[in-house]
DNA sequence: ACACATCTTGACCATTTGGTCAGGTTATCC
DNA sequence: GGATAACCTGACCAAATGGTCAAGATGTGT
Protein backbone atom coordinates (compact mmCIF):
# COMPACT_ATOMS: atom_id res chain seq x y z
CA UNK A 1 0.00 0.00 0.00
CA UNK A 2 1.06 3.53 0.06
CA UNK A 3 4.50 4.22 1.47
CA UNK A 4 3.56 7.24 3.43
CA UNK A 5 6.24 9.39 5.48
CA UNK A 6 6.82 7.88 9.33
CA UNK A 7 3.92 9.17 11.27
CA UNK A 8 1.31 9.87 9.04
CA UNK A 9 -1.89 6.66 8.83
CA UNK A 10 -3.47 4.79 6.18
CA UNK A 11 -6.97 5.08 6.11
CA UNK A 12 -7.24 1.61 5.94
CA UNK A 13 -6.02 1.61 9.45
CA UNK A 14 -7.94 4.63 10.25
CA UNK A 15 -10.94 2.77 9.59
CA UNK A 16 -9.88 -0.43 11.35
CA UNK A 17 -9.11 1.46 14.58
CA UNK A 18 -11.99 2.84 14.58
CA UNK A 19 -14.11 -0.02 14.23
CA UNK A 20 -11.50 -1.86 17.30
CA UNK A 21 -11.81 1.26 19.09
CA UNK A 22 -15.64 1.46 19.33
CA UNK A 23 -15.94 -2.30 19.93
CA UNK A 24 -13.07 -2.51 22.63
CA UNK A 25 -15.06 0.49 24.09
CA UNK A 26 -18.30 -1.24 24.29
CA UNK A 27 -16.51 -4.93 26.03
CA UNK A 28 -14.24 -2.89 28.40
CA UNK A 29 -17.26 -0.95 29.56
CA UNK A 30 -19.29 -4.06 29.97
CA UNK A 31 -16.49 -6.07 31.97
CA UNK A 32 -13.82 -3.78 32.77
CA UNK A 33 -9.61 -4.23 31.97
CA UNK A 34 -9.59 -8.21 33.12
CA UNK A 35 -12.94 -9.07 32.17
CA UNK A 36 -12.53 -8.30 29.00
CA UNK A 37 -10.80 -10.48 26.37
CA UNK A 38 -8.92 -9.45 23.01
CA UNK A 39 -11.41 -12.63 21.63
CA UNK A 40 -14.30 -10.78 22.78
CA UNK A 41 -13.09 -7.65 21.71
CA UNK A 42 -12.02 -8.96 17.91
CA UNK A 43 -15.63 -10.73 17.61
CA UNK A 44 -17.52 -7.60 18.75
CA UNK A 45 -15.07 -5.80 15.93
CA UNK A 46 -15.91 -8.49 13.02
CA UNK A 47 -12.35 -8.96 13.05
CA UNK A 48 -9.67 -11.73 13.80
CA UNK A 49 -8.21 -11.66 17.00
CA UNK A 50 -4.66 -11.61 15.51
CA UNK A 51 -5.63 -8.19 13.44
CA UNK A 52 -6.80 -6.84 16.23
CA UNK A 53 -3.10 -6.88 18.02
CA UNK A 54 -1.70 -6.24 15.01
CA UNK A 55 -3.32 -2.78 15.32
CA UNK A 56 -3.13 -2.42 18.53
CA UNK A 57 -0.16 -3.92 20.18
CA UNK A 58 -1.57 -5.42 23.43
CA UNK A 59 -4.99 -5.58 25.36
CA UNK A 60 -3.57 -2.76 27.57
CA UNK A 61 -2.17 -0.34 24.94
CA UNK A 62 -5.76 -0.58 23.33
CA UNK A 63 -7.31 -0.22 27.31
CA UNK A 64 -4.97 2.89 28.01
CA UNK A 65 -5.73 4.50 24.47
CA UNK A 66 -9.16 4.01 25.27
CA UNK A 67 -9.36 5.94 28.69
CA UNK A 68 -6.31 9.00 26.88
CA UNK A 69 -10.01 9.58 24.51
CA UNK A 70 -12.23 9.67 26.70
CA UNK A 71 -10.44 11.87 28.93
CA UNK A 72 -9.95 14.00 26.15
CA UNK A 73 -13.76 14.18 25.23
CA UNK A 74 -14.22 15.26 29.40
CA UNK A 75 -11.04 18.01 29.34
CA UNK A 76 -12.17 19.47 26.14
CA UNK A 77 -16.02 19.76 28.05
CA UNK A 78 -14.11 21.89 30.98
CA UNK A 79 -14.29 25.53 30.78
CA UNK A 80 -12.43 28.13 32.52
CA UNK A 81 -14.35 30.23 35.10
CA UNK A 82 -14.38 33.25 37.07
CA UNK A 83 -15.09 35.06 40.00
CA UNK A 84 -17.10 37.72 37.53
CA UNK A 85 -19.25 34.95 36.16
CA UNK A 86 -22.57 34.33 37.01
CA UNK A 87 -22.90 31.51 39.12
CA UNK A 88 -26.50 30.18 37.69
CA UNK A 89 -25.23 30.26 34.38
CA UNK A 90 -21.76 28.91 35.22
CA UNK A 91 -23.28 25.73 37.12
CA UNK A 92 -26.02 24.98 34.65
CA UNK A 93 -23.54 25.06 32.10
CA UNK A 94 -21.37 22.70 34.54
CA UNK A 95 -24.36 20.64 34.90
CA UNK A 96 -25.80 20.57 30.97
CA UNK A 97 -22.33 19.67 29.37
CA UNK A 98 -21.55 16.86 32.02
CA UNK A 99 -24.64 15.42 31.11
CA UNK A 100 -24.35 15.71 27.25
CA UNK A 101 -20.69 13.99 28.03
CA UNK A 102 -22.94 11.08 29.38
CA UNK A 103 -25.63 11.03 27.14
CA UNK A 104 -23.03 11.42 23.58
CA UNK A 105 -20.59 8.76 24.76
CA UNK A 106 -22.47 6.57 27.46
CA UNK A 107 -19.89 3.97 26.27
CA UNK A 108 -17.09 5.84 27.52
CA UNK A 109 -18.57 6.90 30.57
CA UNK A 110 -18.82 3.29 31.77
CA UNK A 111 -15.24 2.31 30.84
CA UNK A 112 -14.18 5.26 33.09
CA UNK A 113 -16.27 3.84 35.86
CA UNK A 114 -15.22 0.43 35.54
CA UNK A 115 -11.83 2.09 35.81
CA UNK A 116 -12.81 3.51 39.09
CA UNK A 117 -14.29 0.63 40.06
CA UNK A 118 -10.75 -1.37 40.05
CA UNK A 119 -9.32 1.74 41.88
CA UNK A 120 -7.81 4.20 38.94
CA UNK A 121 -4.90 1.71 38.80
CA UNK A 122 -4.29 3.64 35.09
CA UNK A 123 -5.75 7.03 36.43
CA UNK A 124 -3.60 7.98 39.40
CA UNK A 125 -1.44 10.87 37.71
CA UNK A 126 -4.28 12.24 36.08
CA UNK A 127 -6.72 12.33 39.27
CA UNK A 128 -3.44 13.59 41.63
CA UNK A 129 -2.73 15.83 39.08
CA UNK A 130 -5.18 17.64 36.48
CA UNK A 131 -8.05 16.77 37.67
CA UNK A 132 -7.29 17.87 41.51
CA UNK A 133 -6.19 20.98 39.83
CA UNK A 134 -9.23 21.53 38.31
CA UNK A 135 -11.53 20.66 40.88
CA UNK A 136 -9.06 22.96 43.27
CA UNK A 137 -9.45 25.97 40.97
CA UNK A 138 -13.42 25.72 40.51
CA UNK A 139 -13.76 25.61 43.88
CA UNK A 140 -11.90 28.60 45.03
CA UNK A 141 -14.28 30.68 42.88
CA UNK A 142 -17.26 29.05 44.28
CA UNK A 143 -15.93 29.61 47.65
CA UNK A 144 -15.54 33.30 46.63
CA UNK A 145 -19.70 33.35 45.24
CA UNK A 146 -20.88 32.04 48.57
CA UNK A 147 -18.24 34.68 50.49
CA UNK A 148 -20.04 37.31 48.32
CA UNK A 149 -23.64 35.99 48.93
CA UNK A 150 -24.33 34.41 45.58
CA UNK A 151 -24.98 31.42 46.74
CA UNK A 152 -25.27 29.33 49.93
CA UNK A 153 -22.52 28.51 51.94
CA UNK A 154 -21.98 24.73 50.60
CA UNK A 155 -18.73 23.07 50.35
CA UNK A 156 -17.50 23.51 46.56
CA UNK A 157 -15.82 19.99 46.30
CA UNK A 158 -19.35 18.00 47.36
CA UNK A 159 -21.16 19.89 45.22
CA UNK A 160 -18.90 19.09 42.15
CA UNK A 161 -19.17 15.21 42.90
CA UNK A 162 -22.98 16.03 42.70
CA UNK A 163 -23.25 16.94 40.16
CA UNK A 164 -20.83 14.41 38.54
CA UNK A 165 -22.54 11.78 40.20
CA UNK A 166 -26.15 12.72 39.31
CA UNK A 167 -25.15 12.52 35.87
CA UNK A 168 -22.79 10.04 35.58
CA UNK A 169 -25.75 7.88 36.97
CA UNK A 170 -27.50 8.09 33.88
CA UNK A 171 -24.89 6.00 31.62
CA UNK A 172 -23.34 3.90 34.46
CA UNK A 173 -26.62 2.59 35.91
CA UNK A 174 -28.88 2.89 32.80
CA UNK A 175 -29.44 -0.40 32.74
CA UNK A 176 -31.17 -0.25 36.70
CA UNK A 177 -33.37 2.87 35.04
CA UNK A 178 -34.07 1.18 32.00
CA UNK A 179 -35.40 -1.78 34.23
CA UNK A 180 -36.99 0.19 37.15
CA UNK A 181 -39.08 2.77 34.25
CA UNK A 182 -39.87 0.00 31.53
CA UNK A 183 -37.46 1.81 29.53
CA UNK A 184 -35.82 0.45 26.08
CA UNK A 185 -33.68 3.31 25.93
CA UNK A 186 -33.19 6.86 27.40
CA UNK A 187 -34.61 9.48 24.84
CA UNK A 188 -33.15 12.27 24.09
CA UNK A 189 -36.58 14.32 25.37
CA UNK A 190 -35.83 12.02 28.61
CA UNK A 191 -32.30 13.75 28.96
CA UNK A 192 -33.61 16.78 28.52
CA UNK A 193 -36.31 16.59 31.30
CA UNK A 194 -33.21 15.29 33.57
CA UNK A 195 -31.07 17.76 32.73
CA UNK A 196 -33.92 20.04 33.87
CA UNK A 197 -34.81 18.26 37.07
CA UNK A 198 -31.04 18.28 37.68
CA UNK A 199 -30.35 22.40 37.29
CA UNK A 200 -33.77 23.20 38.91
CA UNK A 201 -33.05 20.83 42.32
CA UNK A 202 -29.19 21.77 42.08
CA UNK A 203 -29.49 25.20 41.79
CA UNK A 204 -32.43 26.17 44.34
CA UNK A 205 -30.22 23.58 46.56
CA UNK A 206 -27.47 25.84 46.51
CA UNK A 207 -29.99 28.91 46.62
CA UNK A 208 -28.86 30.44 43.64
CA UNK A 209 -31.36 32.36 41.80
CA UNK A 210 -31.80 31.15 38.24
CA UNK A 211 -30.67 33.33 35.66
CA UNK A 212 -31.26 36.80 37.90
CA UNK A 213 -31.72 38.90 34.33
CA UNK A 214 -30.02 42.19 36.04
CA UNK A 215 -26.88 41.76 37.86
CA UNK A 216 -25.63 40.57 41.87
CA UNK A 217 -27.60 40.20 44.70
CA UNK A 218 -25.90 40.34 47.39
CA UNK B 1 -17.13 -33.66 62.76
CA UNK B 2 -21.06 -33.25 64.08
CA UNK B 3 -23.31 -35.25 62.51
CA UNK B 4 -26.13 -32.43 61.85
CA UNK B 5 -29.22 -32.70 60.86
CA UNK B 6 -29.58 -31.53 57.20
CA UNK B 7 -30.10 -27.69 56.96
CA UNK B 8 -27.82 -26.92 59.77
CA UNK B 9 -24.00 -25.36 59.21
CA UNK B 10 -21.32 -26.39 60.73
CA UNK B 11 -19.39 -23.73 62.97
CA UNK B 12 -16.38 -24.36 60.22
CA UNK B 13 -18.36 -24.16 57.24
CA UNK B 14 -19.68 -20.58 58.93
CA UNK B 15 -16.13 -19.09 59.32
CA UNK B 16 -15.17 -20.51 56.03
CA UNK B 17 -17.81 -18.91 54.08
CA UNK B 18 -17.26 -15.63 56.08
CA UNK B 19 -13.66 -15.79 55.06
CA UNK B 20 -14.80 -16.59 50.96
CA UNK B 21 -17.74 -14.23 51.01
CA UNK B 22 -15.75 -10.83 51.67
CA UNK B 23 -12.41 -12.07 49.90
CA UNK B 24 -14.85 -12.47 46.51
CA UNK B 25 -16.84 -8.69 47.64
CA UNK B 26 -13.82 -7.28 46.91
CA UNK B 27 -12.12 -9.36 44.38
CA UNK B 28 -15.65 -9.34 42.16
CA UNK B 29 -16.03 -5.41 43.32
CA UNK B 30 -13.02 -4.49 41.51
CA UNK B 31 -13.15 -6.58 38.78
CA UNK B 32 -16.23 -7.68 37.98
CA UNK B 33 -17.86 -11.25 37.31
CA UNK B 34 -15.73 -12.13 34.43
CA UNK B 35 -12.19 -10.43 35.58
CA UNK B 36 -12.66 -11.93 39.03
CA UNK B 37 -11.12 -15.39 38.92
CA UNK B 38 -11.34 -17.74 41.65
CA UNK B 39 -7.85 -18.01 41.91
CA UNK B 40 -7.27 -14.81 43.24
CA UNK B 41 -10.57 -14.88 45.56
CA UNK B 42 -8.75 -18.13 47.12
CA UNK B 43 -5.51 -15.89 47.94
CA UNK B 44 -6.84 -12.89 49.09
CA UNK B 45 -8.98 -15.38 51.43
CA UNK B 46 -5.74 -17.34 52.34
CA UNK B 47 -7.49 -20.53 51.36
CA UNK B 48 -6.81 -23.30 48.51
CA UNK B 49 -8.51 -22.69 45.44
CA UNK B 50 -10.34 -26.47 45.73
CA UNK B 51 -11.43 -25.07 49.33
CA UNK B 52 -12.95 -22.28 47.95
CA UNK B 53 -14.60 -24.39 45.54
CA UNK B 54 -15.93 -26.89 47.49
CA UNK B 55 -17.50 -24.23 49.97
CA UNK B 56 -19.27 -22.44 47.51
CA UNK B 57 -20.20 -24.89 44.66
CA UNK B 58 -18.78 -22.48 41.90
CA UNK B 59 -17.80 -18.78 40.71
CA UNK B 60 -21.22 -18.01 39.26
CA UNK B 61 -23.52 -19.55 42.64
CA UNK B 62 -20.58 -17.73 44.72
CA UNK B 63 -21.53 -14.54 42.29
CA UNK B 64 -24.83 -15.03 43.05
CA UNK B 65 -25.12 -15.49 46.40
CA UNK B 66 -22.90 -12.49 47.43
CA UNK B 67 -25.50 -10.33 45.06
CA UNK B 68 -28.36 -11.72 47.29
CA UNK B 69 -26.32 -10.54 50.45
CA UNK B 70 -26.26 -7.22 49.49
CA UNK B 71 -30.06 -6.76 48.21
CA UNK B 72 -31.05 -8.28 51.53
CA UNK B 73 -29.13 -5.61 53.27
CA UNK B 74 -30.48 -2.97 50.68
CA UNK B 75 -34.23 -3.89 51.80
CA UNK B 76 -33.57 -4.02 55.05
CA UNK B 77 -32.70 -0.36 54.46
CA UNK B 78 -36.05 0.17 52.86
CA UNK B 79 -39.04 1.22 54.91
CA UNK B 80 -42.89 2.32 54.18
CA UNK B 81 -43.81 5.21 54.33
CA UNK B 82 -47.16 6.90 53.47
CA UNK B 83 -49.00 10.59 52.79
CA UNK B 84 -49.49 11.35 56.61
CA UNK B 85 -45.66 11.15 56.60
CA UNK B 86 -43.55 14.26 56.85
CA UNK B 87 -42.12 14.51 53.58
CA UNK B 88 -38.82 15.70 55.51
CA UNK B 89 -38.39 13.59 57.32
CA UNK B 90 -38.59 11.04 54.82
CA UNK B 91 -36.73 12.15 52.27
CA UNK B 92 -33.95 12.74 55.19
CA UNK B 93 -34.21 9.50 56.49
CA UNK B 94 -33.81 7.76 53.28
CA UNK B 95 -30.48 9.90 52.08
CA UNK B 96 -29.07 8.71 55.64
CA UNK B 97 -29.82 5.39 55.52
CA UNK B 98 -28.94 5.36 51.49
CA UNK B 99 -25.39 6.75 52.82
CA UNK B 100 -25.33 4.60 55.98
CA UNK B 101 -25.17 1.47 53.59
CA UNK B 102 -22.61 2.95 51.13
CA UNK B 103 -20.35 3.72 54.53
CA UNK B 104 -20.98 0.29 55.89
CA UNK B 105 -20.80 -1.96 52.88
CA UNK B 106 -18.52 0.01 50.32
CA UNK B 107 -17.54 -3.69 48.77
CA UNK B 108 -21.24 -4.63 48.13
CA UNK B 109 -21.85 -0.84 46.75
CA UNK B 110 -19.62 -1.30 44.18
CA UNK B 111 -20.23 -5.17 43.46
CA UNK B 112 -23.90 -4.12 42.86
CA UNK B 113 -22.57 -1.07 40.68
CA UNK B 114 -20.21 -3.49 38.68
CA UNK B 115 -23.17 -6.04 37.87
CA UNK B 116 -25.46 -2.96 36.71
CA UNK B 117 -22.23 -2.04 34.90
CA UNK B 118 -21.66 -5.32 32.88
CA UNK B 119 -25.93 -4.81 32.15
CA UNK B 120 -27.17 -6.52 35.62
CA UNK B 121 -27.95 -10.19 33.79
CA UNK B 122 -28.35 -11.68 37.15
CA UNK B 123 -30.43 -8.49 38.71
CA UNK B 124 -33.03 -8.45 35.67
CA UNK B 125 -36.03 -9.88 37.80
CA UNK B 126 -35.34 -8.37 40.72
CA UNK B 127 -34.98 -4.54 39.21
CA UNK B 128 -38.42 -5.43 37.07
CA UNK B 129 -39.76 -6.85 39.79
CA UNK B 130 -39.43 -5.71 43.32
CA UNK B 131 -37.36 -2.77 42.82
CA UNK B 132 -39.42 -1.41 40.20
CA UNK B 133 -42.48 -1.77 42.60
CA UNK B 134 -40.59 -0.27 45.30
CA UNK B 135 -39.86 2.96 43.01
CA UNK B 136 -43.32 3.87 41.84
CA UNK B 137 -44.94 3.15 45.28
CA UNK B 138 -42.72 5.89 46.93
CA UNK B 139 -43.62 8.02 43.43
CA UNK B 140 -47.15 7.74 44.10
CA UNK B 141 -46.55 9.56 47.88
CA UNK B 142 -44.03 11.74 46.30
CA UNK B 143 -46.24 13.16 44.12
CA UNK B 144 -49.03 13.26 46.36
CA UNK B 145 -47.04 15.40 48.43
CA UNK B 146 -46.25 17.84 45.86
CA UNK B 147 -50.23 17.96 44.75
CA UNK B 148 -50.40 19.17 48.64
CA UNK B 149 -48.22 21.94 48.12
CA UNK B 150 -45.69 19.97 50.85
CA UNK B 151 -42.73 19.84 47.88
CA UNK B 152 -41.79 20.97 44.27
CA UNK B 153 -43.42 19.48 41.32
CA UNK B 154 -40.03 17.12 40.90
CA UNK B 155 -40.63 14.50 38.68
CA UNK B 156 -40.32 11.58 41.74
CA UNK B 157 -38.57 8.81 40.18
CA UNK B 158 -35.15 11.38 38.90
CA UNK B 159 -35.35 12.62 41.94
CA UNK B 160 -34.96 8.89 43.76
CA UNK B 161 -32.31 8.02 41.46
CA UNK B 162 -30.60 11.93 42.42
CA UNK B 163 -30.60 10.32 45.82
CA UNK B 164 -29.29 6.95 44.75
CA UNK B 165 -26.01 8.36 42.71
CA UNK B 166 -25.47 10.99 44.66
CA UNK B 167 -24.91 8.35 47.93
CA UNK B 168 -23.77 5.76 45.56
CA UNK B 169 -21.01 7.52 44.36
CA UNK B 170 -18.61 7.69 47.64
CA UNK B 171 -18.56 3.79 47.26
CA UNK B 172 -17.71 3.20 43.54
CA UNK B 173 -16.07 6.63 42.94
CA UNK B 174 -14.16 6.77 46.11
CA UNK B 175 -10.92 6.14 43.85
CA UNK B 176 -11.54 9.11 42.41
CA UNK B 177 -12.73 11.02 44.79
CA UNK B 178 -9.53 9.93 47.84
CA UNK B 179 -7.66 10.78 44.66
CA UNK B 180 -8.96 14.48 44.16
CA UNK B 181 -9.09 15.48 47.66
CA UNK B 182 -5.75 14.32 48.62
CA UNK B 183 -7.09 11.55 51.21
CA UNK B 184 -6.25 8.04 52.39
CA UNK B 185 -9.47 7.80 53.51
CA UNK B 186 -13.19 9.24 53.85
CA UNK B 187 -13.63 9.35 57.75
CA UNK B 188 -16.85 8.75 59.91
CA UNK B 189 -16.35 12.62 59.73
CA UNK B 190 -16.73 13.26 56.20
CA UNK B 191 -19.64 10.92 56.01
CA UNK B 192 -21.48 13.37 57.86
CA UNK B 193 -20.49 16.39 56.22
CA UNK B 194 -21.37 15.05 52.87
CA UNK B 195 -24.82 13.49 54.42
CA UNK B 196 -25.57 17.12 55.55
CA UNK B 197 -24.13 18.48 52.26
CA UNK B 198 -26.69 16.01 50.42
CA UNK B 199 -29.52 16.60 53.03
CA UNK B 200 -29.63 20.54 52.92
CA UNK B 201 -29.19 21.06 48.50
CA UNK B 202 -31.56 17.74 48.20
CA UNK B 203 -34.53 18.82 50.31
CA UNK B 204 -34.17 22.77 49.61
CA UNK B 205 -33.98 21.76 45.83
CA UNK B 206 -37.26 20.28 46.29
CA UNK B 207 -38.67 23.18 48.14
CA UNK B 208 -39.40 21.20 51.55
CA UNK B 209 -38.81 23.36 54.79
CA UNK B 210 -36.83 21.03 57.07
CA UNK B 211 -38.39 19.98 59.90
CA UNK B 212 -40.93 22.06 60.01
CA UNK B 213 -41.73 21.39 63.73
CA UNK B 214 -45.44 21.95 63.43
CA UNK B 215 -47.50 20.51 60.89
CA UNK B 216 -48.86 21.33 57.62
CA UNK B 217 -47.55 24.12 55.41
CA UNK B 218 -49.62 24.25 52.38
C1' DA C 1 5.37 -4.30 -14.03
C1' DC C 2 8.00 -3.85 -10.29
C1' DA C 3 9.11 -2.66 -5.55
C1' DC C 4 7.82 -2.23 -1.09
C1' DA C 5 5.23 -1.09 2.82
C1' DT C 6 0.95 -2.28 4.71
C1' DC C 7 -2.24 -5.41 5.87
C1' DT C 8 -4.23 -10.17 6.95
C1' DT C 9 -4.63 -14.38 9.35
C1' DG C 10 -4.25 -19.30 10.75
C1' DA C 11 -1.14 -21.93 13.44
C1' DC C 12 1.01 -21.96 17.47
C1' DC C 13 2.74 -21.12 22.49
C1' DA C 14 2.96 -20.83 27.56
C1' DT C 15 -0.10 -19.64 31.09
C1' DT C 16 -4.42 -19.22 33.35
C1' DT C 17 -9.16 -20.33 33.53
C1' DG C 18 -13.29 -22.80 36.09
C1' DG C 19 -14.07 -27.07 37.71
C1' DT C 20 -13.50 -32.31 39.17
C1' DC C 21 -11.94 -35.91 41.92
C1' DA C 22 -9.70 -39.23 44.70
C1' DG C 23 -7.55 -39.97 48.84
C1' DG C 24 -6.67 -38.18 52.87
C1' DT C 25 -7.36 -35.61 57.63
C1' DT C 26 -10.19 -33.99 61.34
C1' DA C 27 -13.74 -33.71 64.66
C1' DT C 28 -17.53 -35.24 67.30
C1' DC C 29 -21.27 -38.26 68.67
C1' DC C 30 -22.35 -42.71 70.73
C1' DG D 1 -12.47 -46.12 70.12
C1' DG D 2 -15.09 -46.86 66.23
C1' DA D 3 -18.16 -44.97 62.94
C1' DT D 4 -19.23 -41.35 60.09
C1' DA D 5 -20.01 -37.03 58.13
C1' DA D 6 -17.56 -32.94 57.28
C1' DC D 7 -13.53 -30.96 55.70
C1' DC D 8 -9.18 -30.42 53.00
C1' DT D 9 -6.20 -30.25 48.97
C1' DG D 10 -2.75 -31.61 45.28
C1' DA D 11 -3.16 -33.49 40.85
C1' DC D 12 -5.46 -33.15 36.97
C1' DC D 13 -8.43 -31.61 32.76
C1' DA D 14 -10.32 -29.21 28.67
C1' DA D 15 -10.99 -24.69 27.35
C1' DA D 16 -9.75 -19.95 27.08
C1' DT D 17 -6.27 -16.45 27.81
C1' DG D 18 -2.80 -12.72 25.77
C1' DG D 19 0.49 -12.72 22.55
C1' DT D 20 3.87 -14.19 18.50
C1' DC D 21 5.07 -15.28 13.98
C1' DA D 22 5.69 -16.58 9.37
C1' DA D 23 3.79 -16.65 5.08
C1' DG D 24 0.99 -14.67 2.09
C1' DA D 25 -2.44 -11.04 0.15
C1' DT D 26 -3.17 -6.30 -1.20
C1' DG D 27 -2.57 -1.88 -2.97
C1' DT D 28 -0.14 2.16 -4.75
C1' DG D 29 3.59 5.22 -6.35
C1' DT D 30 6.90 5.08 -9.85
Not at 23 to 50: M, N, T, W
Not at 120 to 144: H, I, N, T
Request: overall charge negative; glycine content about 6%.
Amino acid sequence: MTALISPEVTLTRQRSEQRIFDAAERIFASHGYRGASVQAIADEAGLPKSNVLYYVGSKRRLYVALLERMMARWNAMLDDISVEDDPAEVLEAFIRSKMELTRTHPQGSRLFAAEILQGAPFLQDYLRGELRAWVQSRAVVFKQWADQGLMDPVDPVWLIFLIWSSTQHYADFEAQILGITEREALSDADYVHITDFLCRIILQGCGIARRPEGALIG
